[in-house]
């Protein structure tokens, strides 16, 4: 899945937070999209912060870091 999110002029609330779902395989759509946002920013509207996020639905662990094994040594390499 993909997000776009944007900050952007809305009547109710000054820079409000807009965002705009893909499917999973939709990422080019996703990418155009951000790109007109982009180019209407350009074009002096009140549109700024876009970016584009992406999860997989299909991951094979949980998101996040996970913790190390617990027979894993850490040591800092020294020259």
Not at 12 to 38: C, S
Request: hydrophobic share 40%.
């Amino acid at each position: 899945m993909f997000v776009v999110y944007w900050l952007g002029a809305n009547p109710d609330i000054e820079g409000a937070a807009h965002f705009k779902r893909f499917d999973a395989n939709a990422l080019a759509d996703a990418l155009r999209f951000a790109e007109a946002l982009r180019r209407r920013q350009a074009g002096g509207e009140d549109i700024g912060f876009v970016t584009l996020c992406s999860e997989n639905p299909h991951s094979v662990g949980q998101p996040g870091v996970a913790d190390p094994p617990g027979d894993y040594e850490w040591k800092k390499r020294r020259r």
